[in-house]
Every structure is written in structure tokens, then in C-alpha cells.
């Protein structure tokens, strides 16, 4: 059969992959937060953002799966369970690609800070808990700009599945990972799926220079620290307001 | 960007070699390995796939969508079962690259990862289920055209065959290749004008919509001549008569399927097509 021949490569999966783009054309700075659902993650980059907003810097915030233009795809395909690891990776990354079109890249190059809530690392992390080609997703995303800073919020499993199902009564049929007939049992299935993708982050910290931070700490705390750890490594003064002569 | 086995995207084929495979095994299928370009797609078990994927690519005004319908009809009058697929078909995401093509925020990578979801969406939930079946798949275009279109907007080659490195590899892939200024002629007859996105106006080539046309189909004309000898097309003359062109795909997909006979005509519903 075949007009062609693939080359199929043995072990190919095991080598190392490609770095994102590590070439900066930009004079903007690049912060974002990745840990799984109930790492404080969100809450942190909340935090953040305030801070930097009431200081009157000039920043961004972008969430992960928040474009527009591919919503509608997307709610459909969740609604319907229409998605398959290999859809659902390409549709996270048309979502991801809008905004890295459209807002974090001219903002990147207009000199602002972006600060974005989940990012590449999450379909890397989740997507391959679902099954996709860890190669192949790099390539996916290859054309992400490479962060400056990477808060990777790390909860014990425990801790952080505690935090998310005490305050959602039903789990999402995606979100719990159901499409991966791990357990028809929601909250277990959750469980399993969670702690596959905590597995993968864990092996991303290294790699991709993660600045691991303590999801367990108290939530003042660990922001002190988050402020800290932002104002050594990246300089804030480009951002802050200019002054009127 | 340099390539290496480690970051192999699809792999080029040696020249004329799926042929000589095809004929060698039993259903025309070579190793099973070889059905992806590259990573197996995610719950597929390749030894279920007992039909054949039949891609026809060529440009707007090649005779894409004629040869389809004739091949068609001349498959079910032999016996065989046919599941066609093209571009925007999905029911995940096909209306909502119409509705994408419709405005123009839309940027290149977004819509190219657009067209990537609809294009796995119809593998998954159309062709290999079909396959499974035994049916013959005819692809009204395939990967390429998602390939080229996007590689003339300068996004990457490598990274675009890594996208569709879960994508099966066609049994047999034809290219009706014809000259811009024809397809131009037979798009024009069409419908009295000519589409934003055929003559690829996003692109800012000329203000002069025949210009414009002909400077973007020869773009994309190129990138099919590197990627027909990357992938082995079988590649007609699209500028010649629909009988004269749809007897030479029947004579590969006979040979291919193992069909004796090639003789047709068209029944009474298809005869406006046969000029």
C-alpha cells in the first residue's frame, strides 16, 4: 500500500525534545504559571496581576482556551464529546495560536508584560496524559515564544484533587478525564487522570527551567515569594508607568 | 532547520516504489508500520483497515470535484463502497472555518491549525471507520493542499508534516495539475468572479485579482511539485479532457484494487460532466 514511505524511526519517542523558539526578537517579558487544577496557580497569578496593575505597569493577561474565534468549536466538541486526544490537542492549539497571534505576540513586541495563566506546558503535561506523542506535541507548539519565568505551583495530589472537588459538585465529562475510560467513577477517574498529568510536569521541571514553587504554603507567603522571584529576574522598571518630565 | 531522525516529520518516499509495494501484498497494503507517516494516531489498530484511501488533490479549477463524482459513480457501478471526505467537512469544525473564512481576523497559524482539527476529525470519525469497513475512501484533497497553502504563508514545512504525522498514508495520491492561467478561465466561468481565499488576497500579491490569482496558485503550484516528488503523486494532466483524464485514474485504481475491466460511461445524471 502507501505512495509513501514513512520513515519510522525506533526509540524516536524516547529521545529528547525539541526546546521552544529560545530566540528572543522581543523587548516585552513572557510570565507564566502552570500546576494542575488546584495547585493555587490561578489564585498566585491573580495576585500578581494586582499588584502589577495597581503599581500601574504595562501588562497582559491571558488565560489558556479563552480565543473567541475558536470557542464556539470547542464547546460544541465538549458538549457533544466529539473529541479525541488528537482533536483536542489541535483545538487547545488553534485556541492558543489566536492569542499568540493576535495578543501575546504584538504585545510581546509592543514592550508589555504578559502574564499568562497556563501555557504550552499544560498541553504538553495533559495531552500526553491523554495519550498524544510528546513529540508531536512539541512540534504543535513550536511556535510559542519561550517564557522568562515558569512558576510551576506543585500541591501533593491530595491536597490539591481536595480543593477542586470540595468546591465543584460535578466534574466535567473532559476535565475528569472520562474520555479516557480510565474509571466510570468521576472523582476517581479525576484522581487517576491528575496525577498522570502531575507526573508529566514533574519531568518538564528541569527541562524547561521551571522555578518550582509550593502550592501547600500560605497564600501570602508564597505571593511574597512569587513578587520576589519576578522583580530579581526580570526588570520591572521597563514596565512601570512613565514619569512626566 | 535541520532535519534529523529525531525530529523526522513525515519522510520522503523513494520515487515509484508504492507501487511496485502495493502489488506485491495481498490487499494492496504494505507493512502495517507503514500506514502513518510517522506516530501511530492514539486506538488504532492498523490490521483492521481493510479498505483503500484514494486522494485526488489539485487546485480550484483542476477537475477535482468532476473526477470525484465520476470515480464514484464508475467504484459503486464495480461493487465498491465509497466514502468521500474534503476540506470543512468535519462536524467539529467544518462551519466554523466558514465562518473563520468569512471575516478576517483570522491569522495563518490559527486557521492552519483550524483546517488540522477538521482534517483529523473526518479521519477519525469518518475514514478510518470507513476503512475499517472495507470501503473505499476518496479524499476530495488530503493533507497537501492544507500543506502547501499554509507553507506559501511561510509557515515551516517540517513543522507543518509534523502536524500531520498521525495522518494515514494514501494507497494512491493523484495530482491534476493544470496551469493557473486554465484554472483561473474555469473558476472565472464558475461564478462570474473570483474567491478572496483562491486568489489568495490575504497575501497582498497584487491589488489585480487575476494577478493575484495566478502569482498565489503558482506558489502553490510549486510547493506541489516539491511535495509530489516528497510523497510519490501520480500526477495528470488536468488540462486535458474529463474522459481522457478519468480513464487514466481508472486505469491506476483498477490496477490498484484489482479491478479487470475499465470500461465506462457515465449514467444519464452524470453525462453533462463528460466533455
Known amino acids: 500500500m502507501a505512495t509513501a514511505t514513512p520513515d519510522i524511526v525506533a526509540g524516536a519517542e524516547a529521545t529528547p525534545e525539541k526546546a521552544l523558539a529560545p530566540k528572543r526578537e522581543f523587548p516585552g517579558a513572557l510570565v507564566v504559571v502552570e500546576g494542575i487544577d488546584g495547585s493555587g496557580k490561578s489564585t498566585q497569578l491573580y495576585l500578581l496581576k494586582r499588584w502589577l496593575q495597581i503599581g500601574g505597569y504595562r501588562i497582559h493577561f491571558t488565560e489558556w482556551n479563552s480565543s473567541p474565534l475558536v470557542k464556539s468549536a470547542t464547546r460544541r466538541g465538549k458538549q457533544r464529546r466529539l473529541l479525541t486526544p488528537a482533536t483536542f490537542s489541535l483545538l487547545h492549539a488553534a485556541d492558543f495560536a489566536d492569542r499568540c497571534e493576535r495578543q501575546i505576540l504584538p504585545l510581546l513586541h509592543g514592550g508589555y508584560l504578559v502574564l499568562a495563566d497556563r501555557y504550552v506546558y499544560t498541553a504538553f503535561a495533559r495531552d500526553a496524559a491523554r495519550g498524544c506523542s510528546p513529540r508531536w506535541l512539541r512540534n504543535l507548539y513550536s511556535f510559542a515564544p519561550t517564557p522568562d519565568i515558569t512558576f510551576y505551583f506543585r500541591a501533593p495530589l491530595d491536597v490539591a484533587v481536595n480543593r477542586i472537588t470540595a468546591g465543584r459538585p460535578k466534574l466535567k465529562y473532559y476535565e475528569a478525564g472520562m474520555d479516557l475510560g480510565i474509571s466510570l467513577d468521576r472523582a476517581e477517574s479525576f484522581r487517576i487522570f491528575q496525577e498522570r498529568i502531575l507526573g508529566n510536569y514533574d519531568q518538564m521541571v528541569e527541562t524547561d527551567h521551571f522555578v518550582l514553587m509550593d502550592g501547600t504554603m500560605r497564600v501570602n507567603k508564597l505571593q511574597k515569594q512569587m513578587r520576589q522571584i519576578l522583580s530579581e529576574r526580570i526588570e520591572l522598571g521597563q514596565f512601570a508607568p512613565k514619569k512626566k518630565k | ?275
Open chain 2, 1 to 275: 532547520m535541520k532535519r534529523s531522525a529525531k525530529n523526522a516529520a513525515i519522510a520522503a518516499p523513494e520515487n515509484g516504489s508504492a507501487t511496485k509495494r502495493a502489488k506485491g501484498s495481498k490487499n494492496g497494503h504494505g507493512d502495517l508500520a507503514s500506514r502513518f507517516y510517522g506516530i501511530p494516531l492514539p486506538g488504532v489498530n492498523i490490521e483492521d483497515l481493510s479498505g483503500n484511501l484514494i486522494v485526488i488533490e489539485g487546485s480550484d479549477g483542476s477537475g477535482r470535484s468532476t473526477q470525484i463524482s465520476l470515480i464514484t459513480e464508475w467504484l459503486e457501478s464495480e461493487g465498491f463502497a465509497v466514502q468521500t471526505m474534503g476540506l470543512r467537512r468535519s462536524f467539529l469544525v467544518g462551519e466554523d472555518i466558514d465562518g473563520l473564512l468569512a471575516e478576517n481576523a483570522v491569522t495563518r497559524m490559527t486557521l492552519a491549525l483550524m483546517y488540522g482539527t477538521d482534517f483529523y476529525d473526518q479521519l477519525e470519525r469518518r475514514i478510518l471507520p470507513a476503512l475499517r469497513s472495507g470501503l473505499i475512501v476518496l479524499a476530495d484533497r488530503y493533507i497537501f493542499t492544507l500543506i502547501a497553502r499554509s507553507a506559501v504563508r511561510g509557515i515551516s514545512r517540517d513543522y507543518l508534516h509534523g502536524v500531520y504525522e498521525m495522518a494515514l498514508v494514501p494507497d494512491l495520491t493523484f495530482w491534476l495539475n493544470v496551469r493557473p492561467e486554465v484554472a483561473f478561465d474555469r473558476e472565472f466561468k464558475k461564478a462570474n468572479t473570483i474567491s478572496y481565499w483562491e486568489s489568495g488576497r490575504d497575501m497582498s500579491l497584487s491589488n489585480d485579482l487575476f494577478q493575484s490569482f495566478v502569482r498565489y496558485q503558482s506558489m502553490i503550484k510549486r510547493e506541489f511539485e516539491y511535495l509530489s516528488k516528497r510523497h510519490g503523486f501520480i500526477e495528470l494532466d488536468g488540462e486535458g479532457s474529463v474522459s481522457e483524464v478519468n480513464r487514466v485514474l481508472r486505469k491506476r485504481i483498477a490496477s490498484h484494487l484489482g479491478i479487470r475491466g475499465t470500461r465506462y460511461s457515465p449514467s444519464h445524471a452524470l453525462a453533462h460532466l463528460w466533455r
